[in-house]
């Protein structure tokens, strides 16, 4: 986890992550139900309890950590 943090810090965060393939999807299960979490990915998986926007921007704004899980070419 995030022990660097203070509590009242960590039950605020919202992460947001940008690329959900085998990396990001990952992660994003792997971090739980512990922080509010949004997604932004071309292709969707067929997973109902990710919260996708429509637009990086969105996903940005709505963050205050950004998890950037896409492949260098892409």
């Known amino acids: 986890g995030l022990q ?3 509590k009242e810090i960590m039950d ?6 940008i690329g959900l ?14 922080f509010d979490k949004f ?12 919260q996708y926007t429509e637009t990086i921007e969105e996903c ?3 963050s205050d950590v950004i998890i950037l899980a896409v492949k260098p070419n892409q």
Do not use: C, P, R, W
């Open 60 to 62: 940005v704004s709505k």
């Open 39 to 50: 997604a932004y990915d071309i292709i969707k998986k067929q997973d109902s309890t990710i």
């Open 12 to 17: 605020k965060l919202t992460i947001g992550f």
């Open 21 to 34: 393939g085998n990396m990001g999807y990952s992660i994003y299960k792997g971090i739980g139900d512990e």
């Open 4 to 6: 660097f943090l203070e």
